[in-house]
C-alpha cells in the first residue's frame, strides 16, 4: 500500500453502478431489476442469496455480490421521518399488535424512536412488538395484506413517493449513502 493511502477499512467494500436486472427468461423477475424486486418480494431475493451462501464458491459471482450489497442497503437507509410521539428523533420501530392469525395493526401512528418514553405510549394490556423499521422486517409478516402495508409504512418512513417504482429510482435509493 502507499504510504499516501488511508486506510479506512474500505477495501472490501463494493458498490453496483447500476441495477442489476434479470436477464433469463427463466427468472421469475426477468426484465425486472434486483432493487425493484426489494420493494416487491423481498423474501425472494433473500432466498437467492442464501442460496449463493449456501454452496461452496471461490469468488462471488456478480449476482451474489449485489445480492450481498443491496440487502445490507435494505438496513441502513437514512431516516428523515421523525418519530410521531417525541418529533426529535428519526424513527427507528413499529409497534405492531396482532398475530399471524389474525394479522397486525401496521400504520405510520404505531411508529417510535426506540425511547422508552415514545415506545411507552403504544403500551397498553396488550404487549405490541416492536419490530425495526427496515427491509428484512418485511418477512416477519405471513399475509400479503401486512406486508403490503408494512411496505407502505417503509415508504413513508423513508419518503418515497407513491409514483411507481422503477429499476432507476429503487436504484438511486439503495444508493444514497448510509444513515
Ligand atoms: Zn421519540
Redesign the pocket.
Known amino acids: 500500500m502507499a504510504p499516501e493511502q488511508l486506510d479506512l477499512g474500505l477495501e472490501d467494500v463494493w458498490t453496483p453502478s447500476g441495477p442489476y436486472k434479470f436477464k433469463t427468461k427463466d427468472s421469475r423477475y426477468w426484465k425486472k431489476s434486483a432493487e425493484w424486486v426489494m420493494f416487491h418480494d423481498y423474501g425472494y431475493l433473500r432466498r437467492l442469496l442464501d442460496q449463493k451462501e449456501s454452496k461452496p464458491y471461490k469468488t462471488k459471482d456478480p449476482l451474489h455480490q449485489h445480492l450481498e450489497w443491496l440487502l445490507a442497503r435494505g438496513e441502513d437507509r437514512p431516516v428523515y421521518r421523525t418519530?410521531p410521539?417525541?418529533q426529535?428523533?428519526p424513527i427507528k420501530y413499529l409497534s405492531v399488535r396482532g398475530s399471524d392469525r389474525d394479522g397486525y395493526s401496521i400504520g405510520l401512528s404505531f411508529a417510535?424512536?426506540g425511547?422508552d418514553k415514545?415506545r411507552g405510549r403504544f403500551i397498553t394490556d396488550k404487549m405490541p412488538t416492536d419490530i425495526p423499521v427496515v427491509f428484512s422486517s418485511y418477512e416477519r409478516f405471513f399475509y400479503k395484506t401486512d406486508k403490503d402495508r408494512f411496505l407502505t409504512v417503509l415508504r413513508q418512513v423513508y419518503q418515497i413517493d407513491e409514483s411507481p417504482i422503477t429499476a432507476n429510482r429503487a436504484f438511486n435509493f439503495f444508493s444514497q449513502s448510509s444513515r
Open positions: 418519530c410521539v417525541c426529535e428523533n417510535h424512536c425511547q415514545c
